[in-house]
């Protein structure tokens, strides 16, 4: 019998583990950490063998494959040793691939994948595809094959994940864009980072889509680095296209054939505000199109989508101040896009872990709609460093329940409070989840 063993047991290694048991594998989890008490209770109902708090060489290293948690580096000694004896080493969409008959629709990208993901599953849904919802967001897919197969599975897939698939095949590939982030993983090489994302074009045939960002600097200057033989579709911001999607004075054109009747929709339509949710809603309805799921289905599906958690999160307007809950931007590019969607003043909770930061491009959106900087971190010194010439007034902060307090007495009539950190939330909470949650229940309690 063939050996899997299964480092980390998160979502996607539980997943894993219990459809290697299904397909007849001797399952072996190993975790270096804690398990969650959600999936070790699994295990044990499985009778999966696991371990926890070390790795056990010599259970390890006997794999026929390793299955790995794409929050692992490749460079732990762990992987090292495995590799040094050709073990395979992949992880849990790969395998699980093999197990599926669908279509893959996998959407990557630093910025907009979850969102992305979303609309599209949502679509999907809407036009009445036996899709499902995996990868990066939610459930793992290989869970969801120890039930049944679909015909098409929705896929947010992160670099990490990239990096330890092989014959993984994505029929529908949508790169929503590329900026720089996690360069700890990748050698601080930003070219390691962008070859990494571009692997979602790999296997891909010229009977497969790549849709793309037209307007995206790193994916036009590296769109060489596709291996694929895909119909690649484009979408831009205001520059008109036969093949693509484009805004032009207020309306969404899309065209994946220079034959096909245009879908259009005004843009003020859309259920997501900002620029940056007009190309999710693109890449969208481009994939909508090149499904031949009907035009009106596709406009209703944009109109009526409602946002993932933490994500430009409108939580509630008390005493004419709106509380909006972006706890998911952990990096700069992600809070820009936030301001930029910002159509009332703004008091601004920002802060947290810095990934080695440069603020230098949220300057110019500061200074124009940010009024007031709540620091929410445990050293604030950059965000000071950054804009404290640029507002009215930075104020320091150490709890989320400070942090939203200090913003309700600061905040007028009309204005907005945004939580949208552009750091990692290690410092003072767990995630980025529990940041939100926290922001969540303290504007709640106003």
Known sequence: MKRIVILGSGESGTGAALLAQKVGYDVFVSDAGTIPLIFK????????????GTHTLSLILSATE????????????????????????????????????AKIIGITGTNGKTTTTSLIYHLLKQAGYDAALAGNIGTSMARLLVERDYE??????????????????????????????????????LKNYIRSKFRITQNQTQEDVFVYCGDDELSINNINLKNTGAKLIPFYYQTPTDVGAYISNGVITVNTSENKNPFTMQINELALRGRHNAYNSMAAAIIGQVLNIKKETIRESLMNFTNIEHRLESVQTVGGIEYINDSKATNVNSAWYALESMEKPVVWIA???????????????????????????????KLHEAFGTDVDMMVNTSSMKEAVHVAKQLAKKGEAVLLSPACASFDLFKNYEDRGRQFKKEVKEL
Do not use: W
């Not at 209770?41 to 926890?52: G, P, T, Y």
């Not at 699980?96 to 008959?101: D, E, F, I, M, V």
């Open 152 to 189: 098409y599975f929705v896929l947010e897939i992160s670099s990490f994940q990239l990096d330890n698939m092989y014959d993984f095949k994505v029929n529908y590939a949508v790169l929503c864009n590329i900026t720089p982030d996690h360069l700890d993983r990748y050698e601080y090489e």
């Open 66 to 101: 390793i299955i790995k948690s794409p929050g692992i580096p490749d460079h732990v000694d762990i992987i090292k040793k495995a590799r040094e004896l050709n073990i395979p080493i992949i992880n849990e969409l790969e395998f699980a691939y093999r197990y599926t008959q």
């Open 351 to 381: 802060g947290g872990v810095d990934k080695g930061n440069d603020y230098s491009m949220l300057k110019e959106l500061v200074k124009e709609k940010v009024r007031i900087i709540v620091c929410l971190g445990l050293d604030n010194r």
């Open 41 to 52: 209770e699994e295990l044990l109902q499985a009778n999966i063998l696991f371990e926890e």
